[in-house]
DNA sequence: TGATATAGTTCAACCGGCTTAACTAATCAA
DNA sequence: TTGATTAGTTAAGCCGGTTGAACTATATCA
C-alpha cells in the first residue's frame, strides 16, 4: 500500500496543527469560566455522557471516586451540575447538565474550534467541497471506531 | 457562497470527533509521565518555540513570570529542561529542551493523535488519496493563518 | 552618569485537587 | 435474613500550582 504512508503523514500533520492551536484556544476559554480544568473536563464527560453516574466521571476523569465526588460537588454549588436519584438504582446518582452548564460546554466547544473559520476564506469553492467530503468521511470512520472500542479500561482503584 | 457552510459543518464536525478523543488520550499519557499539565505545556510551548526566554512561557500559559518561573524550575531539576544566559541580553534566560524533555513531548504527540492509526484500515486507497490531500492543504491554509498572527496578546499583568 | 524599565528569581501564603480511610445506603447472593 | 458488594459521601491531610511582594541584575534612555 503505497498511500497508506503518505495518508498517515498528513493526517499527522494536520492532526498536530489542528491540536496545538485548538487546545490552546480551549485553555484560554476555561480560564476565562473560573473553572479548573478537572472541573470543565467534568462537565465535557457529563455533556457527551448524555448525563451519567458518578462513577462513569471516575473513570473517565482517571481518579477516585472521592476527588470526582467533590469535583462534582463543586459544579452543583455553581449551578453547572444537578444531582439526582437514579430510579433504577437508588444507590447511583444520576448527574445532569443544567442549561447554564450546557451553554458552557458549548461555548467552550466553539471556543476550541471557533478559530477554524479563518481558514474557510483561504480556501477556493473547489478546494473546500474537496475537504469537506474528505473530512465527512474521516468523521464517520472516527465515529465507528469509537462505537467499536466501547469502553476505556476502568482504574485499578487500588 | 453556497458551500461555506457545509465546509464549516464538516469541518466542525470532525474538530468535535477528533478533538475529544485526542484530548483525552492526551491527557492520560501526561498523567503516565508524572508531570502535571502546566509543566508538560511547559514543555511544548518551548518545543514548539525551539527554545524561548522565560517570559514566552508566562505569556503562553498566562501566568505570573513567578508562576512560570517555578514551573521551569521544576522541569530543570526533573532534567527536562535547561537554562542558559541568552548573549544579546544577559537578563533572558534561553530556556531549551534536553534530549529527554524532547523526547518525552515528541512521545506526547505521538499518543494524543495515534489512534487516527487506525482509521487508515477504514478507507480504501482512493479515499485515503484524496484525503491525503484534502489535509495537506488545510495543514498548509491553517500554518499561513498562524504565520500571520504573529503573538497572542499579553496577559495585563495586574 | 543617574533614573527608569525589563527579565527573572525567591519567599510566604493561599487555594484547590487528590488521596486514604471511615462511613452510609442500597443491592445482590446464599 | 445475613453477609458481601457496590455507589457515593465526608473528613483530614498532602502536594503543587498560583499569586503578590520584595529583590537582583541587566539594559535603556536622557
Known amino acids: 500500500m503505497p498511500t497508506t504512508k503518505t495518508f498517515q503523514a498528513a493526517l499527522h500533520d494536520w492532526a498536530e496543527t489542528f491540536m496545538r492551536r485548538s487546545m490552546r484556544e480551549w485553555m484560554r476559554y476555561v480560564k476565562t469560566t473560573g473553572l479548573s480544568l478537572p472541573q470543565f473536563n467534568t462537565l465535557m464527560k457529563v455533556y457527551y455522557g448524555g448525563g451519567c453516574g ?91 471506531l469509537e462505537a467499536e472500542a466501547p469502553e476505556l479500561p476502568a482504574r485499578a482503584n487500588r
Open 54 to 144: 458518578l462513577s462513569e466521571i471516575t473513570s473517565h476523569l482517571d481518579v477516585t471516586a472521592a476527588a470526582a465526588s467533590q469535583l462534582v460537588d463543586g459544579l452543583v454549588q455553581r449551578g453547572l451540575l444537578e444531582r439526582s436519584e437514579a430510579e433504577h438504582d437508588r444507590r447511583v446518582k444520576h448527574i445532569t447538565l443544567t442549561a447554564k452548564g450546557r451553554a458552557l460546554v458549548e461555548r467552550g466547544i466553539e471556543a476550541r474550534s471557533g478559530w477554524t473559520k479563518d481558514l474557510t476564506g483561504r480556501l477556493t469553492a473547489e478546494q473546500r467541497e474537496a475537504i469537506a467530503a474528505a473530512l465527512r468521511q474521516l468523521t464517520e470512520a472516527a465515529r465507528r
